[in-house]
């Protein structure tokens, strides 16, 4: 089995800065392309923040200029650098990737951790 585990999710005032990690352990696998997405309250789950294998990433208008998405393949880690949190941000944040085994690709999802900005 693959497991995603998140975080660094927490309470921030509006201006400030948390970083979510996300750590893919378990049965041997690649990881192809891995993500962010969040679902705040009334609304529906969306794409924050995706990075392929190669590193190319794509960002939320949204959050454009204020997170940055990496990762550390060696440890099949992802990591969400959130600056100028704003109230809007607020949300449970999941963790995603796309995991080979076996020659068959799987969509995993970690538990999600919240992140509340507060004004």
């Keep these: 089995q693959v497991q995603l585990v998140e975080s660094g999710g927490g309470l921030v005032q509006a201006g400030g800065s948390l970083r979510l990690s996300c750590a893919a352990s378990g049965s041997i696998f690649t990881i192809n392309a891995m993500g962010w997405y969040r679902q705040g309250p009334g ?21 454009k200029g204020r997170f940055t998405i990496s990762r550390d393949n060696a440890k099949n880690t992802v990591y969400l650098q959130m600056n100028s949190l704003k109230p809007e941000d607020t949300a449970v944040y999941y963790c ?13 999802w970690g538990q999600g951790t919240q992140v509340t900005v507060s004004s």
């Design 96 to 108: 995603n990737a796309e995991v080979l085994v076996d020659g068959v690709y799987y969509d995993c």
């Design 43 to 63: 609304k529906q789950r969306e794409l924050v923040a995706a990075i392929t294998s190669g590193g190319s990433t794509n960002y939320a208008d949204s959050v």
